[in-house]
């Protein structure tokens, strides 16, 4: 029920340039997410007696659980992609400057006027969009597979924003919120590009790179990441772009080796590996994880050149490895810190379980830098933003 593909399209060096890649030039983002009010760095923890465990020499995570409060890291992307917009706009019309302070200035913003956002999401973009559209005072509609669990909901609706449930996956979501800001002039705030629409995608990826910036110091050195392997999941792949431009930027061929983790069930990254000559395919999966916010049958086209050119393997796992993680990180082995990791949150630990596990992928672990002496870095990407299947996969309930 695991499966992994090793890449062969992955370069030593990519590099993403012309004018395509020009948004790549911004260096503004994490002084943008300092100048929010709430901020704060979140932590990296290590969990050295499940290090041991797995037969690795650490295991440390960014643990993004309680990023602005609102469970997920989502919020590092919207945030900064909604100030860029505005920004823009604003700097069509005025000559003054706009700046991270400009985008919590009210009057700033009435003179903008007035905006409806719209976004298509499993959760936490969603809740992201509507997060960030609550602090502008502005109005957001959130466009969510009606089988959303009712949670993920109600939080939506919590920060104000008004839900419309689709029956149908994310992947039609995306479709139908798209159609609506058009039809309505609504602000589109998509975590996926789709044709004609590629920019906000680009600063959403870019606001994502802040977790990997404030690794700075704690483990990422001038030239040594600290670090040999990085897991990092991917629904759209952003966040999997993300890890890719910072590192193949920052360390070149001495990246550390990148893992992308996906569900069996919505494994369109693994699957574009696989069977694409280059171009991103669609998932054969019937997109049914539990991993809600990776349950994404399609790569981002924004996010995609990225992925492929950066990372040399694929994993895909079931359920019952994100499961087995979530139980792991909140009942850690003595000595270990506990972590409240959701669902897809626990993915990256999720795939170093099934490593150790699973027959076949076993075979192949030596061929990863996953020995006695590896350093690997996880993102827990969000908390329990599924209270009550989280009590039941903890065993609370
Ligand atoms: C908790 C969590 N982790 C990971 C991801 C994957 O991010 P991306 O869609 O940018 O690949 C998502 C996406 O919604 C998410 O909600």
Redesign the pocket.
Known sequence: MCEYAFNELCQARPEWTGDDYAFLQAGDMAAFHQALPGYAPTPLRSLPALAAKLGLAEILVKDESQRFGIK???ALGASYAMYRLLKKQWQARFADPFTPASFQDRHVLETLGSFTFCAA?????GRAVAWTARKLGQRAVIYMPADSVPARVESIRGEGAEVELVAGTFDLCVERCARDAAKNGWQAIS?TAYPGYGEIPGWILLG?TSIFVELEGLLHGPMKTGVDTVIL????????AAGAFFYSKRYGAKRPFLICVEPVSSDCFLESVRFGKGEPLPTRGRQTSIMA??N?GVPSPL?WPFVRDAYPFFLAVGDRFAEEAMRRYYHPLKGDPRIIS?E??S?GLAALLALTRVDKLVAIRSKLPLGPTARVLLVN??GD?DPENFKKVIGDL
């Open positions: 997920a890291f989502k999401t499993d959760g936490n973009h975590d994502y999941p991917a629904g759209v792949g952003g966040l999997a916010g990776l994404c996010a959701g897809s949150g993915s990407t969000e933003t």
